[in-house]
């Protein structure tokens, strides 16, 4: 059974560095592209983060770019996402996403505070 399970969230503060992690099963995160978005009450979900199936491609669109580090563990298969320098702006719930398969995970909340 496809699914992605997600950890990681939580409180971090201003300036501080966070780490999502997306663990799949039903597929290979080290075969298909994976991506990241986020989603706050006042915004469509937007992409953060995506990298190729390959691992050889990986981008970063939007106001989180320079702060972000998207990997893979193959012999987990779980995706990470690494954050830096986080800002309040950056509370929001994250997801990791399959485009292949187009499935979500359910989601994690981050809450910057300063």
């Known amino acids: 059974q496809l699914q992605l399970v997600q950890s990681g969230g939580g409180l971090v503060q201003f300036g501080g560095s966070l780490t999502l992690s997306c663990a799949a099963s039903?597929?290979?995160?080290?075969?298909?592209?994976m991506s990241w978005y986020r989603q706050t009450p006042w915004k469509e979900r937007e992409l953060v983060a995506f990298?190729?199936?390959?691992?050889?491609?990986?981008n970063f669109p939007g106001s989180m770019k320079g702060r972000l580090t998207i990997s893979r563990d193959g012999a987990k298969n779980t995706v990470y996402l690494q954050m830096a320098s986080l800002k309040p702006e950056d509370t929001a719930v994250y997801y990791c996403?399959?485009?292949?398969?187009?499935?979500w995970g359910e989601g994690t909340q981050v809450t910057i505070y300063s």
């Open positions: 990298i190729s199936g390959s691992g050889d491609r990986t």
């Open positions: 996403y399959t485009p292949t398969y187009g499935r």
């Open positions: 039903g597929f290979s995160v080290t075969t298909y592209p």
